[in-house]
């Protein structure tokens, strides 16, 4: 029987909140108004947020995406360090919460989820459900993720997403935003093919047939755009629509939570 506990899963692109050409580095302003965005807006949600400067360039220098390689120096040690960079992260944005008197609960992401090979599992989301009830909010992160096999990889903030929608049980997800750096999905203008034209709205069977625009990315361990329209389709299985939203643009992460319109991308779901 479907919950009727409505939530929305919200997702702060590591690259919003971080400068990934600069390691370590915080957009404080941007971290600040994020906050007082959903801290006004008040709704029942969960954070997720990307690793960003914090930890896409550690995970590269020790190959973490890749697994166990003997080959690669002090990799052990860089899994530890990657996942405590993360850490530190979170902890920065759990701190703005807190100083406004928000309630908020870091959830590690490495404690609750676990691979055996391919398949990504969790004995429970209590924990979760369970601050949502008593009123706090969940902040989840991109965090590396160790593997039965005897291995570890990473689990990113979209793979978080997906299997949230997926084993939820006491709440329902009623849509899922992706607050970005650009203003949604970009295709190529096909008369124009220098140009490109933002998807204000499609469906969730129109995705595979979208020419995305390439416009460039930084580095990105997770898989770029085009790795997050992956989790996107699969998100839309779930019969969940999602929202992608320039995070930058002030204002915008909040209309987004109480569902004001906006000039961005909606994908809806096919009945």
Known sequence: MKSNKKIILLKLGGSLLTDKNK????????VKSAVDQIIE???KLIIIHGGGSFGHPLAKKYSVSKGLDKSIPNQIYGIAETHQSMNKF????INQFLEKKYPVLSIQTS????????IISTNSLDVIETALDLGIMPILYGDIILDKQGSFS???GDQIILELCRNLTKYYVSKVVFAMESDGLYIVDEENKNNCNLVTECYSNELDNLNLAD????????G????KLNFIKSICKSKIPVQLINGLIEGYIHKSLKNQIL??????INE
């Open 224 to 227: 770029g755009i085009k790795g």
């Open 111 to 118: 404690s609750i989820f676990i691979k055996d090979s391919d």
């Open 23 to 30: 390691p370590f580095s915080i957009r404080k302003e941007v």
């Open 263 to 268: 000039n961005c991308t909606n994908i809806l």
């Open 90 to 93: 979170n902890t920065y944005l």
């Open 41 to 43: 807006a008040n709704e």
């Open 215 to 222: 416009l460039g990315q930084k580095i990105d361990v997770t």
């Open 154 to 156: 990473i689990i990113s």
